[in-house]
């Protein structure tokens, strides 16, 4: 059965945990799908992870709709939330909302998640009220990269931690379905995670959330420009892929692939008559 929004929110209080992960194309979104994970989360990190950039900033509305359609077509039964790309939404509740609608009509998600807190309650309203759900995403924000000046841990001195509080407060009073907690310490994120009635998907923000959600090239060893604190690797699929990839270079120059098996047969007299 497909997972709803109305799945989540009764995730949280049966205190069944919510496991999301990312994907950007249809035969990892389908594997996923398959091993029964709740929310899959076509991230703008496919701007690092797929496309090689350095951070996520370059990514754009089409890289965003192109992949979350892939996603779409792959995830019969998880919740698929697509991310709003960097000046997708911050230029302007008109701007959020258009292209929040372009990611359901054209990339046939569920949700769409934004970047922010207090400063982009007016779109999360605005986009909740075309009846879009909409999830949060507060603590490291990699949009605001340049304004951060570098990915850090957020929230650790006594006013940041009081200003992550309240802006997940007034996420959820703006209407947003759930908040992603990114790189806060774990104690500020079991505070929050108890203080509001939406769910909180932690990365980096230790086990107390409702939910966690891990960039899925991380936690496979497949992304290894840089492996963040919080990643565990739960496969090793990085080797096996170069694994797998020098073992055909080898056969093909050795002449071993493609076998008799991998080959289509044709009668000798048909071949003889094109001599
Ligand atoms: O873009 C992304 O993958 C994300 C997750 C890290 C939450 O925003």
Redesign the pocket.
């Known amino acids: 059965m497909k997972n709803t929004v109305a799945t989540l929110k009764q995730q949280k209080l049966d205190g069944d945990k919510i496991t999301m992960l990312?994907a950007y194309d249809y035969s990892t979104a389908k594997l996923m799908d398959q091993c029964g994970i709740n929310t899959i989360?076509v991230?703008?990190?496919l701007g690092m992870t797929m496309l090689g950039y350095e951070d996520?900033l370059s990514v754009t509305m089409e890289d965003m709709i192109h992949h979350t359609a892939a996603v779409a077509r792959g995830a019969k039964n998880a919740l698929v939330i697509g991310?709003m790309p960097f000046m997708s939404y911050q230029t302007s509740v008109y701007d959020a909302v258009v292209n929040a609608g372009r990611l359901i009509k054209e990339g046939r998600c569920q949700a769409v998640?934004l970047e922010g807190g207090a400063a982009v309650c007016p779109q999360i309203r605005a986009i909740t009220d075309a009846q879009i759900p909409v999830v949060a995403?507060i603590g490291l924000t990699?949009q605001s990269v340049n304004a951060f000046g570098g990915f850090k841990v957020q929230g650790k001195s006594e006013e940041a931690a009081k200003r992550i509080l309240e802006e997940a407060k007034a996420v959820e009073e703006a209407g947003a379905i759930a908040v992603?907690l990114?790189c806060v310490p774990a104690k500020l994120a079991a505070l929050i995670t108890k203080s509001i009635s939406i769910p909180t998907i932690g990365?980096g923000a230790g086990p107390d959330c409702d939910g966690q959600?891990l960039?899925y090239q991380d936690m496979l060893a497949v992304f290894s420009d840089f492996k963040p604190k919080f990643v565990k690797h739960f496969a090793d699929v990085g080797t096996a892929m170069r694994e797998g990839f020098q073992a055909y270079i080898q056969e093909v120059k050795g002449g071993t692939f493609p076998a008799p098996e991998h080959t289509f047969a044709i009668s000798d007299e048909v071949i003889s008559k094109l001599y």
Do not use: A
């Open positions: 990312t989360l991230g703008d990190s996520t991310d998640k995403h990699p992603v990114e990365i959600v960039v």
